[in-house]
Nanobody
Framework: QVQLVESGGGLVQAGGSLRLSCAAS????????MGWFRQAPGKEREFVAT????????TYADSVKGRFTISRDSAKNTVYLQMNSLKPEDTAVYYC????????????WGQGTQVTVSS
Protein backbone atom coordinates (compact mmCIF):
# COMPACT_ATOMS: atom_id res chain seq x y z
CA GLN A 1 0.00 0.00 0.00
CA VAL A 2 1.15 3.53 -0.70
CA GLN A 3 1.01 6.31 1.87
CA LEU A 4 0.18 9.84 0.70
CA VAL A 5 0.83 13.12 2.50
CA GLU A 6 -0.45 16.40 1.08
CA SER A 7 0.85 19.86 1.85
CA GLY A 8 0.67 23.38 0.48
CA GLY A 9 -2.89 24.42 1.16
CA GLY A 10 -3.81 27.78 2.61
CA LEU A 11 -5.71 31.02 2.19
CA VAL A 12 -5.28 33.03 -0.99
CA GLN A 13 -7.11 35.88 -2.67
CA ALA A 14 -9.01 35.35 -5.89
CA GLY A 15 -6.65 35.45 -8.84
CA GLY A 16 -3.78 34.13 -6.77
CA SER A 17 -1.83 30.88 -6.96
CA LEU A 18 -1.01 27.93 -4.76
CA ARG A 19 0.98 24.76 -5.29
CA LEU A 20 -0.07 21.56 -3.57
CA SER A 21 2.34 18.70 -3.02
CA CYS A 22 1.65 15.01 -2.47
CA ALA A 23 4.51 12.87 -1.23
CA ALA A 24 4.10 9.14 -1.83
CA SER A 25 5.88 6.46 0.18
CA UNK A 26 5.67 2.72 0.51
CA UNK A 27 4.62 0.63 -2.46
CA UNK A 28 5.12 3.06 -5.35
CA UNK A 29 6.51 0.65 -7.93
CA UNK A 30 3.15 -0.49 -9.33
CA UNK A 31 1.42 2.87 -9.32
CA UNK A 32 -0.67 3.59 -12.41
CA UNK A 33 -2.43 6.88 -11.79
CA MET A 34 -2.06 9.71 -9.32
CA GLY A 35 -4.93 12.09 -8.92
CA TRP A 36 -6.19 15.18 -7.19
CA PHE A 37 -9.76 15.42 -6.01
CA ARG A 38 -11.57 18.07 -3.97
CA GLN A 39 -14.59 18.35 -1.74
CA ALA A 40 -16.31 21.63 -0.98
CA PRO A 41 -18.62 22.05 2.04
CA GLY A 42 -21.97 20.40 1.41
CA LYS A 43 -20.85 18.93 -1.89
CA GLU A 44 -19.63 15.55 -3.06
CA ARG A 45 -15.99 14.91 -3.75
CA GLU A 46 -15.10 15.67 -7.37
CA PHE A 47 -12.29 14.87 -9.74
CA VAL A 48 -9.75 17.60 -10.44
CA ALA A 49 -6.84 16.04 -12.35
CA THR A 50 -4.97 12.81 -12.94
CA UNK A 51 -1.48 11.91 -14.08
CA UNK A 52 -0.22 8.62 -15.48
CA UNK A 53 2.64 7.72 -13.19
CA UNK A 54 4.85 6.15 -15.84
CA UNK A 55 3.91 7.98 -19.03
CA UNK A 56 2.99 11.36 -17.66
CA UNK A 57 -0.28 11.76 -19.55
CA UNK A 58 -2.71 14.09 -17.79
CA THR A 59 -6.45 14.73 -17.62
CA TYR A 60 -8.32 17.65 -16.10
CA ALA A 61 -11.81 18.56 -15.06
CA ASP A 62 -13.31 21.21 -17.34
CA SER A 63 -13.64 23.57 -14.39
CA VAL A 64 -9.86 23.73 -13.87
CA LYS A 65 -8.55 23.21 -17.39
CA GLY A 66 -6.12 25.96 -18.34
CA ARG A 67 -5.68 27.09 -14.73
CA PHE A 68 -4.37 24.00 -12.91
CA THR A 69 -1.40 21.83 -13.83
CA ILE A 70 -0.61 18.39 -12.41
CA SER A 71 3.01 17.28 -12.56
CA ARG A 72 5.42 14.91 -10.89
CA ASP A 73 8.96 14.57 -9.63
CA SER A 74 9.62 10.85 -9.99
CA ALA A 75 12.89 11.04 -8.08
CA LYS A 76 11.02 12.42 -5.07
CA ASN A 77 7.87 10.31 -5.57
CA THR A 78 5.94 13.55 -5.38
CA VAL A 79 3.00 14.86 -7.37
CA TYR A 80 2.16 18.54 -7.56
CA LEU A 81 -0.92 20.55 -8.38
CA GLN A 82 -0.11 24.07 -9.50
CA MET A 83 -3.24 26.18 -9.18
CA ASN A 84 -3.33 29.57 -10.90
CA SER A 85 -6.08 32.14 -11.34
CA LEU A 86 -7.86 30.76 -8.32
CA LYS A 87 -11.55 31.47 -7.85
CA PRO A 88 -13.70 31.41 -4.71
CA GLU A 89 -15.43 28.31 -6.10
CA ASP A 90 -12.10 26.48 -5.92
CA THR A 91 -12.39 26.55 -2.13
CA ALA A 92 -12.37 22.95 -0.90
CA VAL A 93 -10.38 20.28 0.84
CA TYR A 94 -8.03 18.85 -1.75
CA TYR A 95 -7.11 15.17 -1.63
CA CYS A 96 -4.33 13.28 -3.32
CA UNK A 97 -5.12 9.74 -4.43
CA UNK A 98 -3.30 6.79 -5.95
CA UNK A 99 -4.46 3.93 -8.12
CA UNK A 100 -2.58 0.75 -8.91
CA UNK A 101 -2.68 -0.88 -12.33
CA UNK A 102 -4.43 -3.94 -10.91
CA UNK A 103 -7.22 -1.86 -9.36
CA UNK A 104 -10.10 -0.21 -11.18
CA UNK A 105 -10.37 2.73 -8.81
CA UNK A 106 -8.42 4.99 -6.45
CA UNK A 107 -7.98 3.19 -3.13
CA UNK A 108 -5.20 5.13 -1.42
CA TRP A 109 -5.99 8.63 -0.16
CA GLY A 110 -4.18 11.36 1.68
CA GLN A 111 -5.57 13.24 4.64
CA GLY A 112 -6.47 16.31 2.61
CA THR A 113 -5.33 19.92 2.66
CA GLN A 114 -7.61 22.94 2.89
CA VAL A 115 -7.59 25.55 0.13
CA THR A 116 -9.58 28.72 0.75
CA VAL A 117 -9.93 31.40 -1.91
CA SER A 118 -11.30 34.74 -0.73
CA SER A 119 -13.15 37.12 -3.05
Amino acid sequence: QVQLVESGGGLVQAGGSLRLSCAASGRTLSLFLMGWFRQAPGKEREFVATLNWSGGATTYADSVKGRFTISRDSAKNTVYLQMNSLKPEDTAVYYCAARYAFHSDFRSWGQGTQVTVSS
